[in-house]
T-cell receptor, first 116, second 118 residues
Framework: TQLLEQSPQFLSIQEGENLTVYCNSS?????LQWYRQEPGEGPVLLVT???GGEVKKLKRLTFQFGDARKDSSLHITAAQPGDTGLYLC????????????????WGLGTSLAVNP | EAGVVQSPRYKIIEKKQPVAFWCNPI?????LYWYRQNLGQGPELLIR????????DSQLPKDRFSAERLKGVDSTLKIQPAELGDSAVYLC????????????????FGPGTRLTVL
């Protein structure tokens, strides 16, 4: 069974601080997605990383996929209150049937609060 | 372009009552998902449709939950009878089903229906 562990589970910081959220697994994923979910809304896709070692930047957010494609990190620079939300990672499996390839494995999320 | 639409947004019912949720996916998205999400946690897949066929319903509690996707577009998720433990947010998502290079199963979510069972 493929599992994705996210850490920390909760994070409360002051505006302007930097933070890193981690997504780890013992399984290899063909790609990995990061979503952000605000209260009362559904998750919204931020980025998809595909290649081992890949780094993608989205304004103040930097996403990295591990070389072995088993882990990923999200780094936020100079956090703002608008970054508050639940950050979810989701991995797409490797191999197997086409049906399994399309099944995302979800982490439990990191709940981030950025205080003004 | 309209996103995934869900209704109702909120539902409060007493235990043992039935409840139904409706979802309209993004136009052209052949794959539709129903998830259940508890507060502060990740989504748990209940059922996945490819067009009108349920291709993964292994996590759907079939004694009380049912779903349908008529004509491969809109979908309805039903709970009958509801139990206290069913209180959660029920999310619908859709994605393109095109196989091959570049399809990473990126999902687009509706706002969810928050169910409270008293």
């Amino acid at each position: 069974t493929q599992l994705l562990e996210q850490s920390p589970q909760f994070l409360s910081i002051q505006e302007g601080e930097n933070l890193t959220v981690y997504c780890n697994s013992s399984s290899v994923f063909s790609s990995l997605q990061w979503y952000r979910q605000e209260p009362g809304e559904g998750p919204v896709l931020l980025v998809t990383v595909v290649t081992g070692g890949e780094v993608k930047k989205l304004k103040r957010l930097t996403f990295q996929f591990g070389d072995a494609r088993k882990d990923s990190s999200l780094h936020i620079t100079a956090a703002q209150p608008g970054d508050t939300g639940l950050y979810l990672c989701a991995g797409l499996g490797c191999g197997g049937s086409a049906g399994n390839n399309r099944k995302l494995i979800w982490g439990l999320g990191t709940s981030l609060a950025v205080n003004p | 372009e309209a996103g995934v639409v869900q209704s109702p947004r909120y539902k409060i019912i007493e235990k043992k009552q039935p409840v139904a949720f409706w979802c309209n996916p993004i136009s052209g998205h052949n794959t539709l998902y129903w998830y259940r999400q508890n507060l502060g946690q990740g989504p748990e897949l209940l059922i996945r449709y490819e067009n009108e066929e349920a291709v993964d319903d292994s996590q759907l509690p079939k004694d009380r939950f049912s779903a349908e996707r008529l004509k491969g577009v809109d979908s309805t998720l039903k709970i009958q009878p509801a139990e206290l433990g069913d209180s959660a947010v029920y999310l619908c998502a859709s994605s393109l089903a095109t196989a091959g290079q570049g399809n990473y199963n990126e999902q687009f979510f509706g706002p969810g229906t928050r169910l409270t069972v008293l």
